[in-house]
Nanobody, 119 residues
Framework: QVQLVESGGGLVQPGGSLRLSCAAS????????MGWYRQAPGKQRELIAV???????NYATPEKGRFTISRDNAKNAVALQMNGLKPEDTAVYYC?????????????WGQGTQVTVSS
């Protein structure tokens, strides 16, 4: 059974930092690109950053410079370091695993972790 479990969310003041983590199980982690997405109330889920299975990171433009995605294949984990948080960063943050396994696309999602940026 595939599981992606996010952790590290919470309440933080504007300008603060949080580090989100996602622990994966049930997949061959090194074969998957890992991504972080977020969904604010009333808005569509949006991509924040993706890191390929070889460690190449790509960011959605607004977050580049504030957020850093990283992965540890030995621990089957991906992290998102978020600095300089703003109220508009408030959302549920989701971990995603995307791979092409034996020619078939596979997508898995975590349950999400709430991040609230407020004074």
């Amino acid at each position: 059974q595939v599981q992606l479990v996010e952790s590290g969310g919470g309440l933080v003041q504007p300008g603060g930092s949080l580090r989100l983590s996602c622990a994966a199980s049930g997949i061959t982690f090194r074969l998957y690109a890992m991504g972080w997405y977020r969904q604010a109330p009333g808005k569509q889920r949006e991509l924040i950053a993706v890191i390929t299975n070889t460690g190449s990171a790509n960011y959605a433009t607004p977050e580049k410079g504030r957020f850093t995605i990283s992965r540890d294949n030995a621990k089957n984990a991906v992290a998102l370091q978020m600095n300089g948080l703003k109220p508009e960063d408030t959302a549920v943050y989701y971990c995603n695993a995307h791979g092409v396994i034996f020619g078939a696309e596979r997508d898995f999602w975590g349950q999400g972790t709430q991040v609230t940026v407020s004074s």
